[in-house]
């Protein structure tokens, strides 16, 4: 499709294991972001990449985040020894310089 | 400490009114205005934006009101449709950072 893609749509874990999540920005979107939206809570910017650009990690909760993108399109979110407190929807967006930023419709992260 | 805030949780108004859901900010360096309505389980769609050189833009049934001095922007529906049945997050962003500050949402219930 045309929008930003991300994988998995759910995903149920154990409390201190590793995950992975996926986003596929909109093709030719140089800039592409990560936030997290909590239960009841409004939408928490994790990290930035734009272009070959050092990304900004300012909003990164700990070190047990980290992400990466790939190429300049493809990102993964990892998070390391996973908490409780991580249960969130996890969202990427990806724009062009300048223009609203566009999302995906998120995975729905749950630490048992 | 919230930069930008939607202090009604939720809005129930009905069909054919105008609908008005508020926003405010503290942060003088924000430059440029979002609306963004959400369904569940999918993720954010831009609605209407405006940039701080303006006070009003419109879109249709929708338009996005701010007031720098007061740092205060609103979005009216008129008229409110069932279809506009959602939570609507309102965000800003500064040229200086790389990420939008989204407010906490106001759900806005358009009854029949």
């Known amino acids: 499709g045309a929008g930003v893609s991300q994988s998995p749509s759910n995903k149920v874990t154990e409390k201190g294991k590793d995950v992975e999540l996926r986003c596929d920005p909109i093709?030719?979107?140089?800039?592409l972001y990560w936030y997290r939206q909590s239960l009841g809570q409004g939408l928490e910017f994790l990290i930035y990449f734009q272009g070959n650009s050092a990304p900004d990690k300012s909003g990164l909760p700990s070190d047990r985040f980290s992400a990466e993108r790939t190429g300049g399109s493809v990102s993964t979110l990892t998070i390391q020894r996973t908490q409780q407190e991580d249960s969130a929807v996890y969202l990427c967006?990806?724009?062009?310089?300048?223009?609203?930023?566009?999302f995906g419709d998120g995975t729905r992260l749950s630490i048992l | 400490d919230q930069q930008v805030k939607q202090n009604s949780p939720s809005l129930s108004v009905q069909e054919g009114r105008i609908s008005i859901l508020n926003c405010d900010y503290t942060?003088?360096?924000?430059?440029?205005f979002l609306w963004y309505k959400k369904y569940p389980a999918e993720g954010p769609t831009f609605l209407i934006s405006?940039?701080?050189?303006?006070d009003k833009n419109e879109d249709g049934r929708f338009t996005v009101f701010l007031n720098k001095s007061a740092k205060h922007l609103s979005l009216h529906i008129v008229p409110s449709q069932p279809g506009d049945s959602a939570v609507y997050f309102c965000a800003a962003f500064n040229n200086a950072g790389n990420m939008l500050t989204f407010g906490g949402g106001t759900r806005l219930m358009v009854k029949p």
């Open positions: 093709s030719g979107h140089t800039a």
């Open positions: 967006a990806s724009s062009s310089l300048g223009q609203p930023q566009h």
């Open positions: 942060n003088s360096m924000f430059d440029y």
């Open positions: 405006i940039s701080s050189i303006k």
